[in-house]
C-alpha cells in the first residue's frame, strides 16, 4: 500500500517504521498542508500533525477522495463538518483519540466500571487524570475527552471540565512531565478505599501500529469509521 505521512513530527516518525516493518511504502511526507496534486499517488493518508491545521489538512484530503486515519487531536468541534465531508465525497475517515489497542481495551473496561459505579455516587468521587510529555500542545488529552465521555453516557455525570466543580461534572487533571508518552487513570475514591484503573503507555510504537493497522483496514471502505470497527469491539 501506498502510504501519505501528513505531519512528519514524532508520531509521523514512529508510523513510518511501522509502515516500512509491515511492508507498505510512504510515498509521501510532509509537514503543510498538502495539495491536491501531492496527494494522487497515496492509497490511504495518516494525518497526525496540529491542532489548528488538522481540519484544513482533512478537507484537503477528503476532497481529493483520500481515505483517512487521523490522529490529531484538539480539533473535535469541526467533526461534524469533517463526518459530512467524507460522505460528500463518497470517501473514508476515521479518527480515534487513541490508535493504541490497549487504550480501546482501557476504553471499553472504563465504561463498564462507570456502569456499576453509578449505583454509588453518593459512596465515591471520581477523578480523570492524564499525563504527557511537556510538549503536548492540548489540554486535556484526547483520549482523556474519550473516557470522560465514556463515563458521561453511562453514568448520571452530564459534562466534564479541568477548571469547575460540581456534582454532575468528571474533574479532569492534566499533568506535563518530560518524556511521558501517556498516562491514563481513573479513581473513584470513598471515605475508606480507592478503586483504580489506569493505562500506561511505554513507547508511541501502540499508537503507530494501531494507526497503520486502521489505514489497512479502511483502504477498501466508503464511510466515517472508529477504532472499534477496526477492533471489532462493537
Ligand atoms: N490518536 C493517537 O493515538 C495519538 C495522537 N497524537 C496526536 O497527534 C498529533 C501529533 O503528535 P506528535 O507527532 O507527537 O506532534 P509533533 O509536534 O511531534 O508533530 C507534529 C508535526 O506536524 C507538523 N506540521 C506543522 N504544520 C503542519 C501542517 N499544516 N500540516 C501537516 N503537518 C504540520 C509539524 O512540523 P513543524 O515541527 O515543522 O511545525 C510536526 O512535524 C497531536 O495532536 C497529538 O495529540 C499523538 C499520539 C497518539
Ligand atoms: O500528544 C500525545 O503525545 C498523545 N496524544 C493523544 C491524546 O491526546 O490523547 C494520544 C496519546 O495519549 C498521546
Redesign the pocket.
Known amino acids: 500500500m501506498k502510504i501519505g505521512l501528513i505531519g512528519y513530527g514524532?508520531?509521523g516518525k514512529a508510523i513510518e517504521e511501522i509502515v516500512v516493518e509491515r511492508g507498505h511504502e510512504v510515498v509521501l511526507k510532509v509537514s503543510h498542508t498538502p495539495t491536491p496534486e501531492e496527494l494522487k499517488d497515496i492509497d490511504v493518508a495518516i494525518e497526525f500533525s496540529r491542532p489548528e491545521y488538522a481540519y484544513d489538512n482533512l478537507k484537503v484530503l477528503l476532497e481529493s477522495n483520500t481515505p483517512t486515519i487521523c490522529?490529531t487531536?484538539?480539533w473535535l468541534d469541526q467533526q461534524e463538518e469533517v463526518n459530512q465531508l467524507t460522505l460528500a465525497n463518497n470517501t473514508a475517515f476515521l479518527y480515534a483519540?487513541?490508535f493504541s489497542l490497549g487504550?480501546n481495551l482501557f476504553f471499553e473496561l472504563n465504561q463498564q466500571l462507570a456502569r456499576m459505579m453509578n449505583k454509588y455516587r453518593a459512596e465515591y468521587n471520581i477523578n480523570l487524570e492524564?499525563i504527557?510529555?511537556t510538549q503536548?500542545?492540548?489540554a486535556?488529552?484526547?483520549?482523556?475527552?474519550?473516557i470522560a465521555e465514556g463515563i458521561i453516557d453511562n453514568t448520571s455525570y452530564n459534562n466534564w471540565s479541568m477548571e469547575e466543580q460540581g456534582e454532575s461534572i468528571i474533574p479532569i487533571e492534566a499533568k506535563r512531565i518530560e518524556n511521558v508518552?501517556?498516562t491514563?487513570i481513573v479513581q473513584y475514591t470513598s471515605e475508606v478505599d480507592t478503586i483504580e484503573i489506569s493505562h500506561t503507555?511505554h513507547s508511541?510504537k501502540g499508537?503507530a501500529l494501531g494507526a497503520v493497522i486502521a489505514a489497512e483496514w479502511i483502504a477498501d471502505k466508503k464511510g466515517v469509521f472508529s477504532m472499534k470497527d477496526v477492533l471489532e469491539l462493537n
Open positions: 514524532k508520531m490522529g487531536t484538539g483519540s487513541n487504550v492524564e504527557h510529555h503536548k500542545l492540548d486535556p488529552s484526547g483520549t482523556a475527552i474519550t508518552p501517556g491514563h503507555a508511541r499508537f
